[in-house]
């Protein structure tokens, strides 16, 4: 075959690349956000700790949210928890299978979601301090946490990592974990009415037999969609 | 083939993916943001303009961002404009070839650096009219336009639309389009010296007989690297 020819061809169908989605699962422990591992039942790495994730399936999937939601149920059992795209790491070096294309997502739960589903082929490790990962999965931890972290300043994202129903003093206190500092109660509040994400729970209050508190929930129309605002939860503006 | 067995091997070597790169390349002209659409020189929807984009080469490309600018080098004679991922776009659907992932990115460039290398097969589009283009092209182009815009808000981007050297409000103007309202002089300007991405060029003033003004540069370090604020550009803060 001329190699002009054979080029052109080859242009038109290069090799195949492998493509895979991996989910940054994010839960709240201790107030620390914590990574939860799932141990691969397959090669290469198999028997490591690494992020839930595996290939795309063509047949099945009908886009890769739908592969990255398949791939959470089946490996820690969870059904739609808030799931958002980070983006896509790729190349040569990151599969030792060849080269290949990772779409990968954070995703956020409460604990009390994640307890009942536990089993014993995961583990959680704080988000802080995750090492050893195969792949370049400590690098697509490491973009999560700066991507949560930055968009937890401005949006309702860290509610997602909240158990309903909550007051208000227990949505700050995820707020803090997740940003890491201390927020102003006065100017905490006057954001959360901004942001207009939460909702009163009608004469739901919290147990405390001295200073009862109002309880909340996340709106509905929240669930899959952030609120955010221009100017920094933490502020004070 | 009992189904159990072929079900596993299938799992482990699910259907090829298609694997491509699409690229919204911005630039200002005539104060409004233009796409820039490429005449498909092969099938699906030869002849048709759309984005830049084509197969990802695994023998040749190191990693998605690599055949990007390798794709932009191809159809616009560009060299590395100032490039970002905006996100995959995936499914069934989206390419009449099957199942495809593309890995979606834009690219911001001053109308000069284009104007030079310019060829019959490309053509400039207000961003915010674009019709008919194929694929999922115009969803990818609206996505594209929301990140510029909120982007452009807190962060140095609009400036890799701007031809250097450049005068303050020069610079200014090319925001004022970006992000579609007009700003305050006082307040752009202070909000210039926080962000801290341009410089004055040493005895470089522009050719106003009458009110001479001074000239700038970008600094290099905010060449690949935005510099952002806490605050809009625009919020008056």
């Known amino acids: 075959m001329p190699n002009e020819t054979k080029r052109r061809i080859d242009r038109e169908l290069p090799d195949p690349v492998i493509c895979t989605v991996d989910v940054v699962l994010l839960t709240l422990v201790d107030d620390t956000l914590q990574v939860v591992l799932a141990r691969r039942s397959q090669q ?5 700790a690494a992020l839930p994730g595996g290939y795309i399936h063509p047949a ?10 398949r791939v959470l149920r089946e490996k820690t059992g969870l059904r739609s928890p808030y799931l958002e795209q980070l983006g896509v790491f790729s190349g040569a ?18 604990w009390e979601a994640l307890e009942t589903r536990w089993t014993a ?33 401005y949006s309702s994202l ?15 206190a995820v707020y803090e974990a997740t940003l890491g500092e201390s927020i102003n109660k006065v100017s905490f509040r006057r954001k ?6 939460v909702e009163p729970i009608p004469g ?10 109002q309880l909340y929930r996340l709106r509905d129309e929240f ?8 100017r920094g939860i933490n502020s004070g503006g």
């Not at 099945?60 to 939601?69: F, L, M």
């Not at 070096?93 to 409460?110: E, F, K, T």
Request: proline share 9%; net charge negative.
């Open 158 to 172: 860290p509610v997602h990592l909240c158990r309903e129903p909550f007051t208000l003093p227990q949505l700050q």
């Open 223 to 230: 669930r899959r969609n952030l609120s955010t605002t221009d």
């Open 93 to 110: 070096g990151r599969d030792p299978r060849g080269w290949s294309v990772s779409v990968a997502w954070y995703a956020l739960v409460p």
């Open 60 to 69: 099945t999937d009908r886009d890769a949210r739908d592969a990255a939601e």
């Open 121 to 153: 082929h995961l583990e959680i490790v704080p988000a802080g301090s995750v090492r050893g990962l195969p792949f370049d999965h400590e690098r697509i931890v490491e973009e999560a946490l700066d991507r949560v972290r930055s968009k937890s300043s």
């Open 44 to 48: 290469p790495f198999q028997g490591l």
């Open 204 to 213: 739901a209050q919290s147990g405390g037999a001295h200073r009862p508190a």
């Open 192 to 197: 959360m009415e901004e942001l207009g994400f």
